[in-house]
């Protein structure tokens, strides 16, 4: 049995869409895209950087729109792809006016679509560069707490500007570590499905003022909408299921959520949207 679809809810308080991939979406145009974003409410958008073959493209779509932004990085699945040259022009541009964070780094060991030793390596030498900068960064962690752990602390010190570990689904090991030294957790559409338990229960753990709402569209889109490709557009849904878990007003959840991201990822906080 299909579930049945419903409006997207549209709040009065605008919403901060903090990680989505805008390259990526293929089912309609970006105008569209954008539009449908704008009708519910999504003040600003943050597409975010993986590979060498996006970086410039992610700065592209920053310059579509005053209230769209993006990050430059490299993921952990094509941390094989990582050279001089690649770093050379994350540092170029990590300081852009539109670029708000270094990111999406970390470690992917459920994939391992590249060798840990290597992602490990080009982890840390990305978190260098937001230092650096000081830029906040967007970390992606699957199955990789512990080392995740072992290496942000060696960047406690110098890593000034925290950030967010985005579409969160490690244990609360890493939940907690992160929470004490100020980072903020991102949740998504994952928070809405069935079984993932694992990860409501993070986000009961998780202070109000660490979370980030994120899509990471074109994937994990939400109930009731599952099946489709996910955009910006539906995200009222992870705010809506933030606020059902956590047993405070939906509003409460938009309000302090945007002012998280605005927190976060400062160059957001001085932009017109």
């Not at 609360?172 to 929470?179: E, K, S, V």
Request: glycine share 6%; aromatic share 8%; hydrophobic share 40%.
């Amino acid at each position: 049995m299909s579930r049945k679809k419903r409006d997207i809810p549209v709040f009065e308080h605008p919403i901060i869409e903090t990680h989505c991939h805008l390259d990526y979406l293929k089912d309609q145009p970006l105008d569209d895209i954008l539009a449908e974003a704008r009708r519910v409410n999504i003040e600003r958008v943050v597409t975010i950087a993986v590979s060498p073959d996006n970086l410039a493209r992610v700065r592209e779509l920053s310059q579509v729109a005053p209230w769209l932004y993006g990050t430059q990085g490299i993921h952990p699945h094509d941390a094989e792809q990582y050279s001089d040259a690649v770093e050379a022009e994350i540092r170029q541009h990590g300081a852009d006016d539109k670029i708000v964070a270094v990111g999406e780094i970390g470690l992917d060991y459920f994939y391992d679509n590249a060798d840990r030793a290597v992602q490990r390596e080009v982890f840390r030498r990305q978190l260098q560069i937001a230092c650096d900068l000081d830029q906040p960064v967007v970390i992606h962690s699957r199955e990789a707490d512990d080392d995740t752990i072992e290496i942000l602390r060696d960047f406690e010190a110098t890593l000034t500007r925290r950030g967010v570990i985005h579409s969160f689904t490690s244990g609360p090991g890493l939940a907690r570590y992160a929470i004490d030294q100020g980072w903020c957790l991102g949740f998504n559409g994952i928070a809405t499905f069935n079984k993932a338990e694992n990860v409501r229960d993070i986000i009961r753990m998780t202070p109000i003022g660490q979370i980030l709402l994120e899509t990471d569209a074109p994937f994990l889109t939400p109930v009731p909408y599952r099946g489709r490709e996910n955009a910006p557009c539906y995200l009222p849904f992870v705010a809506e299921k933030v606020s059902e878990v956590k047993e405070i007003p939906v509003d409460e959840v938009v309000r302090t959520t945007y002012h998280n991201s605005l927190r976060t990822f400062h160059r957001l906080a001085g932009a017109s949207a």
